[in-house]
């Protein structure tokens, strides 16, 4: 069985933890690579099943059609796109939407701490 991660599970994720820790907003998709890809390895070492990262220009694209309430994408000082939790967003909407529906293993996943180290985030 596979489990799919969208962009926009890993986006809302990674500022969910940024924002918490470092009161950072903004996540630059090669960031969010590298957080999804171990998360992916963490979650078949913890479970033996396999995720799949939806990350297409296309999945990025209807992420911000969809979820353009909480997102925005701008281009940082390196010319890179990056991926912005809005100043209005309140981060507890952000969880309900993106963290209370997920399955609690997937869930460890994202939190665990060689997770979140790739994002700078020391748990």
Do not use: H, W
Not at 14 to 27: G, K, M
Not at 42 to 62: V, W
Not at 82 to 87: A, E, H, I, W
Not at 101 to 115: C, G, N, Y
């Amino acid at each position: 069985m596979y489990t799919f991660i969208g962009i926009e599970s890993l986006a809302a994720n990674a500022l969910i933890s940024l924002l918490e820790e470092n009161n950072v907003r903004v996540v630059s998709f090669d960031t969010l690579v590298n957080y999804g890809m171990e998360i992916t390895r963490i979650y078949k070492r913890d479970t033996g099943e396999d995720a799949i990262l939806l990350l297409s220009r296309e999945y990025q694209l209807n992420m911000i059609a969809n979820y353009s309430d909480f997102f925005d994408v701008k281009i940082d000082n390196a010319g890179q796109g990056v991926f912005c939790l809005k100043d209005d967003v309140d981060i507890e909407q952000v969880k309900f939407y993106f963290r209370d529906t997920m399955k609690i293993s997937l869930l460890k996943a994202f939190l665990a701490p060689e997770v979140l180290e790739k994002l700078g985030v020391l748990a």
